[in-house]
């Protein structure tokens, strides 16, 4: 009798499409074949939806459903996910967020399959999410396993009295393109000099993303540069107000608000810099892809950052919140331009023999493949 396909379910609130939310779209799409079947759940809350995950795993062909939640513990919600486990014969739940842990949680407890959780880091955007993230450690040290995409998550864990023996790190991964292509046509088609600096920074618009830092520092760049280009690339609840204060201090006619980018080579193939100014952070995809890119990061000392960039060899380091910091390490960047291009291949070389996607999806394999073998 032939054995059936392992079957994944993979869970997660999603209020846009970052970091998280692609990882998952990795997994679902290469553990799609003779021996796993993954789908995608999105609980879409229904005083904040977002359908872009779900929309995005449609393209890519990637069987997806919503559950939409209509309060913050919906116990139909739950009953909902239940049924389609059971239907869908589901052997394995894996979580992404806070509410998809105490979500997928309950759900394995009540259908008896096994329960793992990815930590991708934590926003404390203010102090209801700061309590449903402590109140989720309870729910972590009941999981079967937990994956924390930098040490400095795992440490966060341990303090947190999950057992050492549960955790296990794999890291962030990205596709290292093959050919790098010329900024110039990209440029040029934006309507920008070729010889003009691009400066970008990408992620969701949120505070702890660090962007009014960002924006403090192409102000003084601007002082001693002023033909060069910012991009802010990404969505998220700050727009507005990041909008308002590029007009206060008189940005208009550099930065440029692009919002979500499905495809982002030709966004990376066209910025020179590319910034990460977080205050918080697990290990950051477009920080990886950006140095896949082979271009020169500036980036704040947080959470697994420190690992990634050696200051000065593969991008520059400097404290968070120091939107001074930020504006010194860019412009050194532009008067340098041989250093800041040997920075890019460096920081390429050290993504390619690090933190490739094949690297990451042989981590999550081996997890998987521990309790497909419990399974049979």
Not at 136 to 147: D, E, G, H, Q, V
Not at 161 to 176: D, F, Y
Not at 246 to 262: C, D, K, R, T, Y
Request: glycine residues 6%; charged residues 20%.
């Amino acid at each position: 009798m032939t054995q059936k396909p392992f079957h994944i379910l993979h869970l997660r609130k999603s209020e846009g499409f970052y970091g998280a939310e692609r990882v998952i779209l990795q997994l679902a799409h290469f553990f799609q074949n003779e021996s796993f079947r993954s789908w995608i759940g999105v609980l879409n809350d229904i005083r904040e939806p977002c359908l872009t995950l779900f929309e995005q795993a449609n393209e890519k062909n990637i069987p997806a459903k919503v559950f939409l939640c209509r309060s913050r513990l919906d116990l139909l919600c739950i009953l909902e996910i239940i049924k389609i486990i059971r239907t869908l014969r589901i052997d394995l739940i894996h979580t992404h967020g806070f509410k998809a842990d105490v979500y997928g949680w309950i759900c394995a407890r009540c259908t008896g399959i096994p329960v793992i959780s990815t930590q991708h880091g934590w926003t404390h955007k203010n102090k209801l999410i700061q309590l449903w993230e402590y109140i989720t450690f309870y729910f972590l040290r009941n999981m079967n396993k937990i994956i924390g995409v930098a040490q400095e998550i795992l440490t966060v864990l341990e303090h947190h009295k999950i057992s050492p023996s549960k955790l296990e790190w794999i890291p962030n991964g990205v596709t290292i393109p093959r050919v790098l292509h010329s900024s110039r046509p990209f440029k040029k088609e934006y309507g920008i000099d070729p010889n003009t600096w691009t400066i970008g920074i990408i992620g969701r618009l949120s505070v702890e993303k660090g962007h009014r830092f960002f924006l403090e520092a192409m102000k003084e760049v601007s002082m001693q540069f002023p033909k060069i280009h910012a991009f802010i690339i990404g969505e998220g609840p700050l727009k507005e107000e990041l909008i308002s204060l590029v007009h206060a201090i008189h940005l208009n006619s550099m930065v440029h608000f692009l919002g979500f980018q499905p495809n982002m080579e030709r966004w990376y193939s066209m910025l020179d810099i590319v910034v990460s100014s977080s205050l918080r952070e697990g290990l950051p995809l477009t920080l990886l892809e950006a140095m896949a890119y082979g271009k020169p990061v500036v980036a704040t000392r947080v959470g697994g950052v420190s690992r990634l960039i050696q200051n000065g060899v593969n991008g520059l380091l400097v404290d968070p919140e120091d939107g001074k910091a930020l504006a010194k390490a860019i412009e050194f960047l532009i008067m340098h331009p041989s250093r800041a291009k040997q920075m890019g291949r460096s920081a390429r070389h050290f993504v390619q023999k690090n933190y490739s996607v094949e690297k990451m999806l042989k981590g999550y394999q081996q997890i998987y493949e521990e309790f497909l073998s419990k399974n049979l």
